[in-house]
């Protein structure tokens, strides 16, 4: 049963056919949306987080994901929300699970989207499809991204300029949240944040 007040929303970032631990969740954030005062609130749960299995055991908080779906096929990000509301003592009403490409094409779809970049970094290890590196760089201060720049500045793991952390990669996972949001708005898709 849904609450009229408040709507907590799993969302799940993973890497998709084509890449290597495919149904590893790479973004986990929970938001919560009051719907009284219209206002959301964002919790980015790192990616290499210890998860309690029981019997003292733990195991990283992204292959929740990727066990509940290779035991439960087309169950996996459901069971994930269901595992992380026990965990966190949180309801989670609706879970939603998207891929590289399928969020790479979202943010296309609304034109693209527009960040204010905090800090300028460069990282010189970022994967490519042919399991390489290239570098990438951002610069401060407004930006407009295309799907493929979203997805890079979201992914981007060995970033300097204190860009490097997964508590940085978190911060700019909720920035390009708060842009697609900003995005929709504007577009008058949704008038309900």
Do not use: C
Not at 27 to 37: E, G, M, N
Not at 84 to 89: F, I, T
Not at 103 to 123: L, N, P, Q, Y
Not at 137 to 162: D, T, V, W, Y
């Amino acid at each position: 049963k849904v609450p009229k007040d408040r709507v907590n929303i799993l969302l799940l970032g993973i890497g998709g056919e084509g890449h290597e631990g495919a149904q590893l969740t790479d973004t986990i954030i929970l938001a919560s949306v009051d719907l009284k005062d219209k206002r959301v609130g964002l919790l980015s749960i790192p990616r290499d987080t210890a998860y309690p299995l029981g019997g003292g055991r733990f195991e990283k908080i992204n292959a929740v994901q990727a066990y509940a779906e290779q035991d439960y096929p087309g169950e996996g990000a459901r069971r994930t929300a269901d595992a992380l509301g026990k965990l966190l003592e949180v309801d989670i009403h609706h879970v939603l699970r998207v891929d590289f490409a399928g969020f790479a094409k979202f943010i296309d779809a609304i034109g693209g989207i527009d960040v204010m970049v905090e800090r300028s970094f460069v990282d010189p290890q970022y994967p490519t499809p042919d399991d390489r590196w290239m570098t990438v760089s951002f610069k401060k201060g407004p930006q407009h991204f295309s799907g493929e720049q979203a997805l890079i500045f979201a992914r981007s793991r060995h970033g300097n300029n204190g860009e490097g952390s997964d508590f940085a990669r978190s911060h700019r996972q909720q920035l390009i949240m708060l842009a697609i949001r900003e995005k929709l708005l504007s577009l008058r898709t949704i008038s309900d944040p």
